[in-house]
């Protein structure tokens, strides 16, 4: 099948014979297309076979002129348009130039060539950086970009740093961060009362003895804190799930170095270059079944996956190099709040946590997470935007109107502001409930309307009036709009993918606030250029003790049960075995009053229940847990599903019931938990493949929470193009609530059919 790829690449790719090297290229490979050239990057499409367009984008890299230098890629598979040749095509007319702040780039070649040069006077400084890599977007107080704007303006530049800063020729001609043992910021290593046991070169072999013999150290970075212990220590990683209430969640690792990554995990071409770009991203890799370095298993207990990521700053090269082992690397933060960026903020909020903090005196001015990405189907699946992507725009077709304000959802927030065709969307802030975060939401809804001068902006917030960005949103302004959760994954999904015309979107997830004010997240929309319609979802259940029922999923097994027996699930085997006597008449009462026991379509929440049906857990200790043992416990190769069936209402109801006593009746006759939990993922495959044909779509938008599931989205995907159906799900922009704000701006101008008759 032919696809297009799109590509904008910043850096030094103006002036160095970079369009010329890719027409050379294009053509060889017989590639159509174009390569253009402007003021906000350097853009290539190209059309062509799904593995040839890989390789085009690998060979991209590894053979571009020696003298460019790439600072950011960012690419997507499209639709193909139809290109008759390749060209390199002029220009278009400047518009208004909106300066760009770059995101912070990891170390490059040549700084860590310097870096470890004992001969070089930067030889294991920490803040090494050059023109081509080291930190803009944490470091940035307010444009222009010049040093005494950012928070370098406290070191003055000593005779030599002077020098090369003004010489053209050097390679750091007006590096703003420019800095050298001489003149720049140092590191301490301080003990948890914040006194100073050492410093500078002296930290290195002493932070390696301490991460060594189990010690929790806290390392200010680019973007925040990390905790960081040793990777192979079980007592040292149990430690600090104690200490941060992280229970199971998986850390995420640093790596010294790719070759030490290919002895744990699989890792293809895409990955390997994902790993290795100036983003520099955790990537999601899958284990191998065996290797003989050891990780603790408490890294990512049951996890078939882990998450992992290369040194990306001067002081992460110098600390791997000097230990030459795996390490976790997580936010330092209590679960859930933001990073911490500041040494006296991290020694009272990592009080208890950290057992040293390694610091240093260049400020951070805004917390910056790392980001985390997978492969999926050899493109790239953004599951969190932040360091290496944030604060780069995200260009659109269309204008769309009004400048805009997104406020997004609740969990894993961003924010979002539409200026022209240009959408910026923040850096991760995360779960708005803690006064940490919304805090930071604060700060980053200023900060961005600073940098981006977009006062007249009209704001857009989620329809959830729960929400503490909806109730915010309701203070500052009178001039808003209020757009229903699913059909803001759905119109991120379409515009990301630049889908044109009608589709229908399927948008699943574990809550979002319905048009009838019940919790919703299974939704069918048909979506056009202008209108949308909602037109399915999944028969109701209900939730007893609501949010409760979240970390509980064994009660929202109770309350499917319920909608389909009644008050007989008191006699219910499976729940008796689950809850005591009391405990379930408490229950049963709760949701024949109507006591605290909201209805519900969510199709997150239908997985939670299966997970506690089939015995794979009845508790989460965090958002997503009994889905993810759920998918974990596939057995490929099982290509059986339940049944199901449609009720054609209003809208179309699906109805789960037989998929639950399918499941009842394969439990009794003793199938295997692994086929029964892929026989329920492969129902709701079918679900979606069933409702496309229903509805004489082609073209199929995926979007949600619930496509994290590697094997419901792949699958899903399949068979869709199986079908002849052409399918879409997410690249740049999370499928997850992380991308509810750049759906917001999507959905702005999108109007309600069914209103409108
Ligand atoms: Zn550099
Ligand atoms: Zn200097
Ligand atoms: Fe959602």
Not at 55 to 78: A, G, M, V, Y
Not at 261 to 278: D, G, H, T
Not at 420 to 429: A, L, M, P
Not at 711 to 717: A, G, V
Request: proline fraction near 4%.
């Amino acid at each position: 099948m032919i696809e297009r790829l799109k590509i904008i690449i910043r850096g030094a790719v103006q002036g160095v014979g970079f369009r010329p090297f890719v027409y050379r290229l294009a053509t060889e490979m017989n590639l159509k297309g174009y390569v253009l050239n402007s003021s906000r990057g350097v853009f290539i499409e190209v059309e062509g076979s799904s593995e040839t367009l890989k390789k085009f984008l690998l060979r991209l890299e590894k053979e571009k002129p020696p003298i460019s230098i790439i600072q950011s890629l960012e690419f997507q598979i499209l639709d193909v348009i139809g290109y008759k040749e390749f060209e390199i095509r002029k220009s278009e007319k400047e518009e208004e130039i909106t300066t760009l702040i770059l995101p912070d780039i990891a170390t490059c070649k040549d700084c860590l060539r310097e870096l470890f040069d004992p001969d070089d006077r930067r030889y294991l400084y920490p803040f090494i950086n050059c023109t081509n890599c080291g930190p803009r977007f944490t470091i940035i107080e307010m444009l222009p970009y010049d040093r005494p704007l950012t928070s370098m303006k406290n070191f003055k530049m000593c005779p030599d740093c002077e020098r090369e800063y003004h010489n053209p020729e050097d390679r750091r001609f007006h590096a703003q961060p420019i800095a050298c043992p001489e003149c720049g910021p140092h590191i301490e290593l301080w003990n948890e009362n914040g006194h100073k046991i050492s410093e500078k070169e002296n930290c290195y072999p002493l932070v390696c003895e301490l991460i060594n013999n189990g010690k929790i150290i806290a390392i200010k970075g680019l973007g925040g804190f990390h905790l960081i212990v040793n990777a192979a220590d079980d007592n040292a990683v149990k430690e600090l799930r104690k200490r941060k209430h992280r229970e199971e969640k998986p850390f995420a690792l640093m790596f010294p170095d790719i070759e030490t990554v290919k002895k744990i995990c699989e890792v293809n071409e895409l990955e390997e270059r994902l790993l290795l770009s100036p983003e520099s991203p955790i990537v999601l890799l899958r284990k191998k079944s065996s290797y003989e370095l050891k990780i603790s298993e408490y890294v990512a207990p049951d996890n078939p996956y882990l998450g992992i990521m290369l040194p990306y700053t001067p002081l992460h090269h110098i600390i791997m190099r000097f230990l030459g082992k795996p390490i976790i690397a997580t936010s330092g933060n209590l679960s859930e709040e933001p990073i911490c960026i500041e040494e006296n903020e991290a020694l009272n909020r990592l009080n208890g946590i950290a057992d040293y903090f390694l610091v240093h005196n260049r400020p951070i001015l805004r917390h910056c997470d790392d980001s985390i990405a997978r492969i999926i189907h050899n493109r790239e699946f953004i599951i969190r935007r932040a360091r290496g992507y944030a604060p780069l725009p995200y260009l659109i077709d269309d204008e769309l109107g009004d400048n805009l304000i997104a406020v997004g959802g609740h969990l894993k927030n961003t924010i979002a502001l539409k200026k022209g065709n240009q959408v910026f969307i923040s850096q991760h802030i995360g779960d708005l409930s803690t006064l940490e975060s919304f805090n930071a939401f604060k700060r980053t809804l200023g900060d961005f309307q600073n940098l981006y001068e977009t006062n007249e902006a009209k704001f857009v917030g989620d329809l959830h009036p729960d929400y503490i960005s909806t109730k915010y949103l309701k203070d500052q302004s009178k001039d808003y709009k209020l757009i229903q959760h699913h059909l803001s994954h759905i119109a991120a999904c379409k515009l990301e993918n630049g889908v044109k015309g009608e589709a229908l979107g399927v948008s699943w997830d574990g809550t979002g606030y319905g048009f009838d004010g019940s919790i919703w997240g299974s939704e069918f929309f048909l979506i056009d250029d202008e209108n949308f319609e909602h037109i399915g979802q999944f028969r109701k259940f209900y939730l007893p003790s609501g949010e409760k029922a979240i970390k509980e999923p064994k009660r929202t097994l109770a309350g499917i049960l319920y909608e389909i027996y009644g008050s007989d699930i008191l006699n219910s085997a499976i729940l008796r075995s689950k809850f005591n006597e009391t405990e379930l008449k408490l229950i049963v009462n709760q949701i024949d009053k109507k006591i605290n026991s909201p209805e519900c379509v969510s199709a997150g929440r239908l997985f939670d229940a299966v997970s506690s049906l089939i015995g794979i857990t009845d508790y989460s200790n965090f958002e997503g847990q009994a889905a993810m043992k759920l998918e974990f416990s596939i057995e490929k190769g099982v290509d059986e599903h339940y049944e199901f069936e449609f009720l054609k209402n209003e809208i179309i109801k699906i109805n789960w019931e037989k998929i639950i006593t399918g499941i009842i009746k394969d439990i009794e006759y003793g199938i295997q938990k692994s086929k029964i939990a892929t026989k329920f993922h492969n129902t709701l495959t079918e679900i979606i493949v069933e409702f496309a044909k229903y509805t004489n779509q082609k073209k199929i938008l995926l979007s949600g929470g619930c496509f994290q599931n590697v094997y419901l989205l792949e699958r899903t995907i399949e068979r869709l193009k199986q079908e002849s159906f052409q399918v879409y799900w997410h690249q740049r922009i999370p499928t997850n609530d992380g991308g509810i704000s750049f759906g917001q701006i999507a959905a702005y101008n999108l109007k309600n059919r069914k209103l409108l008759n």
